[in-house]
């Protein structure tokens, strides 16, 4: 094909393409599309979402059971006689005394209260998550 | 450069009979629209009935695209539908680098080829190696000749009768107003390919016609 057939070609084409007509799709099409949307958008904000992640959860639950563990070592599961003879608030009075066991150490104690003060400014942070994600809606 | 582009707006909106078009007012060319970027705006933050708009504004070309391109109402409404969803889940990340109704184009384009890998069908093989002569002149006079509604119902069902790309490609190029530009941006394709594709889905779609046209004549007068 040369030029001229090329460009008779092109105007034939144009002229031809210009007779076409949209097509349209059913009346209820955007009812279809808007539901499921809106399906989408409420499975969305009900979904369930961690405050936090599945791994910093399973550290702290190794700390938790790593400092329990520790803190009870004086009565190891080796003693057979643990829970027998009354020996079991001791293995909680101990639980429950560490704050004296630690407080040789002015650190250790700085950082349990460094900790609980960082766990207060997350309260207003966590109240305002909340409040976004749960009553505003 | 505004201007220009609403008048051409304008006309194809009267011409097609298009739905309204009213969110491409008033455009910066090949950007989106101030109107466009509210709406892009309001669905952003949340407001679905703006979405609505949207769909209301670009179903029939979406839809005629990708019945084009499928030959078949039922897959087209159904990837139609597809498609905008994909734009409501994408629009967050739409840069507005280019007309809104490009990308819209390039995600239903997208998502018909693959509803066509995904059948791994493709509608029909035209060879066009040994088509030379076109008797345009000839063609143009029997079409003349056609009550209008025939001839309409012969080009859809010629175009229907095209390789999906090439249909696609055709239609892509009317859509954008024959703006090989917005088409480099709709299918990731450099220009001078896209002016190589065109002239054989042009050749493939006067062959088709013309073969068509043959026994459509030859029926009615045969």
């Not at chain 2, 897959?75 to 498609?83: I, L, N, P, Y």
């Amino acid at each position: 094909m040369d030029k001229t057939d090329e460009r008779e070609l092109e105007d034939f084409v144009d002229k031809i393409m210009d007779e076409t007509i949209l097509e349209s799709p059913s009346s209820n099409f955007t009812d279809t599309i808007m539901s499921q949307i809106v399906e989408t958008e409420m499975k969305a904000s009900i979904e369930y979402k961690p405050l936090m992640p599945k791994s910093v959860l399973v550290f702290l639950c190794i700390v938790l059971v790593g400092l329990t563990g520790y803190l009870a070592s004086d009565y190891s599961l080796d003693n057979e006689t643990w829970f027998g003879n009354g020996q079991v608030d001791l293995f909680f009075e101990r639980i429950l005394a560490w704050p004296q066991i630690l407080s040789s150490s002015k650190i250790t104690m700085y950082a349990v209260l460094f900790f609980g003060l960082l766990f207060l400014i997350q309260i207003p942070w966590l109240k305002r998550y909340f409040d976004n994600s749960w009553m505003l809606r | 450069m505004t201007t220009v582009f609403w008048l051409r707006l304008h006309f194809y909106d009267k011409k097609r009979k298009l739905c309204n078009l009213g969110v491409c007012f008033g455009v910066q060319c090949a950007m989106t629209t101030n109107k466009e970027t509210n709406l892009i705006q309001k669905i952003r933050d949340g407001n679905t009935h703006a979405f609505s708009e949207l769909v209301d504004a670009y179903k029939n070309l979406v839809y005629t695209l990708t019945y084009r391109m499928l030959g078949s109402r039922e897959e087209a409404e159904e990837v139609s539908q597809d498609t905008f969803i994909k734009i409501f889940k994408s629009l967050p990340h739409f840069k507005g680098d280019s007309k809104l109704s490009t990308w819209i184009y390039k995600v239903a384009y997208n998502t018909c080829l693959d509803r066509i890998k995904q059948n791994k069908r493709n509608k029909t093989f035209v060879d066009i190696d040994h088509v030379k002569d076109v008797a345009f002149v000839s063609m143009n006079n029997a079409l003349d000749k056609m009550l209008q509604e025939e001839r309409k119902e012969l080009i859809k069902r010629c175009l229907n009768l095209l390789p999906s790309n090439d249909v696609g490609l055709l239609t892509l190029f009317y859509f954008e107003e024959q703006n090989l530009a917005e088409m480099e941006k709709t299918l990731d394709i450099p220009v001078s390919t896209i002016k190589v594709q065109l002239f054989r889905a042009r050749k493939k779609f006067a062959k088709v016609l013309e073969e068509n046209l043959e026994k459509e004549i030859f029926q009615n007068y045969g």
